[in-house]
Nanobody, 115 residues
Framework: QVQLVESGGGLVQPGGSLRLSCAAS????????MGWYRQAQGKERELVAVITKSGGTNYADSMKGRFTISRDNAKNTVYLQMSSLKLEDTAVYYC?????????WGQGTQVTVSS
């Protein structure tokens, strides 16, 4: 069983920045990939960014150039650095991990972009 704990959400003004963290209960080297998804109220959950075991990254088009996913192997933590935040980035952000056929989710952290 893999446990994921997110932190770092909060209220930020448009154009601001925020960094989310996701701490895993296992070595992230053992995971096939980790990533961030988000779900805005009334909408489906969507991919934000993923980082693979080998360090490759992939982003949703609307996040490219604004968001950066990274990891700290020693801390078993994955980060999502968000910049130039927009009102439409408001959502609950979920950490996600995959190991073989298994999928794991964190509890989510709220990000609210508002003036």
């Amino acid at each position: 069983q893999v446990q994921l704990v997110e932190s770092g959400g909060g209220l930020v003004q448009p154009g601001g920045s925020l960094r989310l963290s996701c701490a895993a209960s296992v070595s992230i080297f053992s995971l096939d990939f980790m990533g961030w998804y988000r779900q805005a109220q009334g909408k489906e959950r969507e991919l934000v960014a993923v980082i693979t075991k080998s360090g490759g990254t992939n982003y949703a088009d609307s996040m490219k150039g604004r968001f950066t996913i990274s990891r700290d192997n020693a801390k078993n933590t994955v980060y999502l650095q968000m910049s130039s935040l927009k009102l439409e980035d408001t959502a609950v952000y979920y950490c996600h991990a995959a190991l073989s056929i298994y999928r794991y989710w964190g509890q989510g952290t709220q990000v609210t972009v508002s003036s």
